[in-house]
């Protein structure tokens, strides 16, 4: 596979053409930010972290029976995937208080929650990614109410699987932040990453982090946490 021109730099990734009109070529970036860009840094070996993390989540979810966008692991840092158009909506599925629901809602951090709940954002940064209903889902028309169904299905599905996964490891899956795409035949797929700048994840019997939280609240080594996650994933150590 050929890398071809640049497409689009975001804030973790940067994501290339290929000689293949349907698949892209993603290059993860150490950057870090959080608070909508607020806070920044470069995180040496964060690209790979989370390049590694998702490629095995992607391809134990595929093995699974669910569809992705993942197509390969190229690198420590690349990886190819399907193109989509995506859908400018993050899904969060929280499974225990924490974040911005813990603060908006005046809940303590950790609570457990009877039954997963599945909220949209709507992914503007000019608006600082707005928590938005249904209702507003259709006014600003970003996606169909049967595609917010599915949606909805889709994200308790991962959820559901993603919890399995992490137990297995000792982790416990607090909360986490889905994206979709469109293919051209206008199906639904589960793109973007999953990692832990995208997920919180706590030790089961600690509840010592191991995800972005460590940067955004200074708890401590980011890339440490990151690396724990991948190791206890069976994934490698940095061969640098
Ligand atoms: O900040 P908040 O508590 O709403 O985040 C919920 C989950 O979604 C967290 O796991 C967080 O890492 C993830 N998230 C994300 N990207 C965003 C917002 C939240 O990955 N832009």
Not at 13 to 38: C, H, M, P, Q
Not at 80 to 107: C, F, H, T, W
Not at 171 to 191: C, H, N, P
Request: charged fraction near 35%.
């Amino acid at each position: 596979m050929e890398k071809r021109e640049l497409l689009y730099e975001g804030k973790a990734k940067k994501i290339y053409r290929t000689d293949n009109e349907s698949i892209l070529w993603v290059s993860y970036k150490d950057d870090a930010t959080a608070f909508n860009g607020e806070k920044k840094a470069q995180l040496e070996g964060k690209a790979r972290l989370n390049n590694e993390i998702t490629s095995l989540i992607f391809k134990h979810l595929e093995a699974e029976g669910l569809e992705t966008h993942f197509v390969e692991r190229l690198s420590e840092t690349d990886q190819l995937v399907r193109k989509v158009d995506i859908v400018p909506l993050e899904v969060v599925v929280r499974n225990q208080v924490a974040g911005s629901m813990a603060k908006r809602l005046g809940l303590e951090e950790g609570l457990k929650l009877a039954r997963p709940v599945v909220e949209f954002y709507y992914k503007d940064d000019a608006l600082g990614d707005p928590l938005i209903t249904e209702d507003h889902i259709a006014i600003l028309a970003a996606a169909t109410p049967e595609e917010v169904d599915q949606l909805k299905l889709m994200a308790r599905k991962v959820n559901e699987h993603l919890q399995k996964l992490f137990a297995t490891i000792d982790i416990k899956l607090i909360d986490f932040k889905l994206e979709f795409g469109r293919t051209e035949s206008g199906e639904l797929l589960l793109a973007d990453e999953i990692s832990p700048d995208t997920c919180r994840l706590w030790d089961m019997e600690t509840n010592e982090r191991f995800d972005k939280d460590l940067f955004r609240r200074n708890l401590g080594n980011l890339q440490a946490g990151y690396q724990e996650i991948l190791t206890r994933l069976g994934g490698p150590t940095c061969t640098k």
